[in-house]
């Protein structure tokens, strides 16, 4: 959209509604398209963007009043045919259960997830994931065995897996401390699988301990000021004892996510064979890892 139609689905629709329906706190909205803009301008360049909480228990009336404005709106006739997405954050880690658990268990849990959520209406997606850990081991992905665990996770062929992962615009490894061996990945993948999944992704929990989201980084970053105040800077220093404290606390989880249509969830990732977990996972004792 153009910055005059991102201003009037704002300020006609979306802020609409929130006075609409969300009173008590619509004080923490911007004002306008513009008030936001100047509010997240970094003082270099691009934007840190902020956002607002909806509660989800409103989340139906304030969909729907967005829905009324742009229809009732005569400035906002080109916006009659949009779409948008709700996003629920906070679930991770909320609804973990055994991979043994019985159909029933795990039905109880994806309703448990979606009790408060109309899901009758529009295309709902889910990520399912899949933890193995040891006690005092760490779990890595083996970057030979990309195409073993895709073909697991979403039930594909070698040959289908083998052409997602030569295609650079689909696929693209996340090497763990500068070792090529040993790597997860991101895929995006097509509907065409037995899941209907839409993306999957690998990874290792070690980066959770130095997970920092700024200036478009995502873990701790030195700078060459930081690097040259003190001897050892104290920066250096407090990773090295953050790294000494998780060698000592810390297991190592090996994950892997699949985003799949909700009605595929209950038959994403129950099973996952012993011989992919075998060729794909490497192990190290946790404080030789740290």
Not at 233 to 255: E, F, G
Request: proline share 4%.
């Amino acid at each position: 959209m153009t910055a005059i139609e991102l201003g009037q689905i704002y300020g006609l629709a979306i802020r609409s509604a929130a006075a609409d329906v969300l009173r008590d706190t619509v004080h923490d909205w911007p004002t306008s398209f513009e008030g936001s803009q100047f509010r997240d301008r970094n003082h270099g360049a691009g934007f840190t963007n902020s956002g607002v909480i909806i509660s989800a228990l409103r989340l139906s009336q304030f969909d729907k009043r967005i829905r009324h404005h742009v229809d009732a709106h005569p400035d906002l006739q080109w916006a009659r045919d949009y779409f948008w997405g709700t996003e629920i954050r906070g679930m991770k880690d909320a609804y973990t259960h055994l991979i043994s658990r019985s159909p029933e268990r795990r039905r109880r849990i994806l309703e448990s997830v979606t009790e408060d959520i109309d899901t009758r209406y529009g295309t709902w997606y889910i990520d399912v994931g899949l933890e193995l850990i040891l006690g005092g081991q760490a779990l890595l992905w083996s970057t030979d065995a990309h195409s073993l665990i895709l073909q697991a996770a979403v039930g594909i062929c070698e040959n289908q897996a083998n052409t997602i992962i030569s295609m650079q615009s689909k696929y693209s490894r996340d090497v763990s401390t500068h070792l090529e061996s040993v790597s997860g990945f991101r895929a995006i993948l097509g509907a065409h699988n037995p899941i209907s999944a839409v993306y999957v992704q690998a990874y290792t929990s070690d980066k959770s301990q130095t997970y920092h989201p700024e200036n478009g980084r995502y873990g701790k970053t030195l700078t060459p000021k930081v690097a040259m105040h003190g001897n050892p800077p104290p920066w250096c220093q407090s990773l090295l004892n953050l790294y000494r404290d998780a060698a000592r606390n810390v297991d190592v989880a090996a994950r892997v996510e699949v985003r799949c249509p909700l009605e595929f969830a209950e038959h994403c990732l129950v099973t996952f064979p012993e011989e992919t977990i075998r060729r794909s996972v490497i192990c190290y004792r946790r404080e030789i890892w740290w």
